[in-house]
Structure formats: structure tokens, C-alpha cells
């Protein structure tokens, strides 16, 4: 049980208790809405209105609504950045449709897919067709609600969980950088291995959390939490 009192994000650990606290306060809805509706300082996290957002689209299709999700992640995208969405749109409905609907992250990592599958996707950001001003971030955030139970949500807190100098750190720098969709892969394989390698730890939060909620999306919470310390908490 002391292991299990601790749950691991890449570099960083959390006591159970505290990463349960984290995922209560997120995604408790009702205080989200007495937050939202009253002035102050505080302000309301994401859910539900990230999660229900309404677009229109079904789980293969990106209608320019879509290109909007991230905003309610505050990672606004450029009016650049949903001209060149446009444009790789077929391409990225095309990557999302060989992905099945059903497909756990850690799934496809045990079937060895998991990498092709995402490259796949993420790819168009090397890709020749021009996507200026759209990032891992904002793709993923887009991306993740298609299929929330294979795409991670990425930004610089989970970025920082995964990848860094210290020999903690599974993703580490190498001289050039790396090509986005190689690189999302690679830290989308070592959030699988975390999950898998931990279940108990992530089933015990998954029930914390709303029955609508994919583990993906409390994992994002926790990392986001860890990440923004950056060290153990």
C-alpha cells in the first residue's frame, strides 16, 4: 500500500491524496458554475464546457467549430493557425478515421501501434502543407476531444513532466530537435506506460472523477498540477 500512495508523472510523484484533491476541485461542476457567475478573482476550470462542447461534427470530422475547442483550454488559436487547420483537414479526418473510436492509449501502446497511429496525426505539424502558428498544444486540444481515450492533451506542464535534462526525465534533449510528431509520440508512449504501470493509482482517481470523464483527461489534470511544480509534491 505505500507504494500505492504515490502516483508517478514521467520525473514527478504525488501523494494519492493530494493528486484526488486535485481532480475534485477540477472537475466539480457545480462550483465551476457559482465560480463563472461571480465576480472576483477566482475563476472556474474547463469542465464541462470543454468536454460538452457542441461543434456539430461526429468523432471523424473537424468542422471549423472544432479549430475553436482550445480556447476553452486557454490556448487560443491564431486566426493563421485556423486557416492552416483548413487546410490539412481532410488530411487530419483521413488519420483520425484509421484510429477506432474505442482505442485506449495503452492499448495501442501493447499492440505497438500506438506510435504510427499518432505520427500519424501529429505529423501534418512537419509535414510540407504549411501549419504556422498551430503547435502540439493547440492540435492536441483539438484532437484529444475525437478521441479522448487515445490523445493526450499536451502543453508545457506536461511537457516539463516528461521531458528534461535529469535523468528522471524518459524524453530526453537530443542535439536537434525533433520532428513534432515523433516527439508527441514519444511522450504519448510514456504516459501509456505510467497508466499501465500504475493502475490501481489511476483507477482509484478515474473514480473520483465524473462517469463522462475519460482517464486521459484526469491524467491531463494531475500532470498539469505536477508539471506546473515541477518536483515532487
Request: proline share 7%; hydrophobic share 40%.
Amino acid at each position: 500500500m505505500a507504494k500505492q500512495s504515490r502516483v508517478r508523472i514521467g520525473a514527478f510523484t504525488v501523494g494519492l491524496d493530494t493528486a484526488e484533491r486535485w481532480v475534485r476541485r477540477y472537475f466539480d461542476e457545480s462550483n465551476n458554475r457559482v465560480i463563472a457567475a461571480t465576480r472576483g478573482k477566482l475563476r472556474p476550470y474547463a469542465y464541462p464546457v470543454y468536454d460538452r462542447f457542441q461543434t456539430g461534427s461526429d468523432e471523424s470530422k473537424l468542422h471549423d467549430s472544432d479549430f475553436l475547442a482550445p480556447l476553452l483550454l486557454n490556448a487560443s488559436p491564431s486566426i493563421r493557425a485556423v486557416f492552416n487547420l483548413q487546410a490539412v483537414r481532410r488530411q487530419l479526418e483521413e488519420a483520425l478515421a484509421a484510429i477506432p473510436v474505442t482505442l485506449t492509449l495503452t492499448e495501442a501502446a501493447a499492440k505497438g501501434t500506438l506510435a504510427s497511429l499518432l505520427t500519424g496525426l501529429f505529423g501534418v505539424l512537419d509535414g510540407p502543407t504549411s501549419t504556422l502558428d498551430v503547435g502540439l498544444t493547440t492540435l492536441s486540444k483539438i484532437l484529444h476531444r475525437k478521441r479522448p481515450r487515445m490523445i493526450p492533451l499536451y502543453d508545457k506542464k506536461v511537457k516539463d513532466c516528461y521531458y528534461g535534462t535529469s535523468s528522471r526525465h524518459p524524453v530526453q534533449p537530443v542535439p536537434r530537435s525533433a520532428p513534432d510528431g515523433p516527439f508527441y509520440a514519444a511522450v504519448a508512449t510514456c504516459i501509456a506506460h505510467d497508466l499501465a504501470d500504475q493502475p490501481d493509482q489511476w483507477q482509484h482517481l478515474a473514480a473520483v472523477a465524473p462517469a463522462d470523464v475519460p482517464l486521459l483527461r484526469v491524467f491531463d489534470v494531475v500532470a498539469w498540477e505536477l508539471g506546473a511544480l515541477r518536483r515532487d509534491a
